[in-house]
């Protein structure tokens, strides 16, 4: 038996993955260092996870919501959360300032993040946020999701954003 029917995947699928390159990424990101031995022998340069944060809180507040929202901005936002994840506060500045949503010439600083985002959760269609990213969660997973609403969302960011 190999190992995709084990997991009880179709070996004949099409996976297709998806690779998103920053040609120009603003500076202040914090890195760390990835080794593994499969398939071969190599070493990755990645992003920590403060800074990851500072890329999911930097769609939540300026991702274009027009057509769709994007659900999975606030599953993962909830993710990071949970995980105890500070946000790397300098690089989000930087990736504002770089998407035009920031002011150069002010420091952002955590209390102001925090009001930002909850004027964001204030305009946000959260059915429409729920529906999106239902279809792709376990069963278990949605058990919160009738929670989510501005209150909710401003209230863990209140408690846990750090």
Not at 58 to 83: N, P
Not at 107 to 115: A, D, M, Q, R, V
């Amino acid at each position: 038996m190999d190992d995709a029917s084990i997991y009880g995947l179709n070996p004949n699928a099409l996976v297709k993955i998806k690779f998103e390159i920053d040609t120009n990424p603003p500076e202040g990101a914090g890195y760390q260092y990835m080794s593994a031995i499969n398939p071969a022998n190599y070493r990755a340069r990645l992003y920590d996870m403060p800074s990851l944060f500072a890329g999911k809180v930097h769609a939540v507040l300026c991702r274009d919501y027009k057509h769709r929202v994007k659900g999975r901005d606030f599953f993962d936002y909830i993710w990071y959360l949970k995980k105890g994840c500070a946000v790397n506060v300098p690089y989000l500045q930087k990736r504002m300032e770089q998407s035009g949503k920031w002011n150069p010439e002010e420091e952002l600083i955590l209390s102001k993040l925090k009001e930002l985002l909850k004027q964001r959760f204030a305009t946000v269609d959260f059915t429409s946020a729920k529906e999106d990213v239902s279809p792709f969660l376990l069963a278990a997973e949605k058990d919160g999701l009738e929670l989510w609403d501005a209150d909710f969302f401003s209230d863990i960011t209140e408690r846990y954003l750090k």
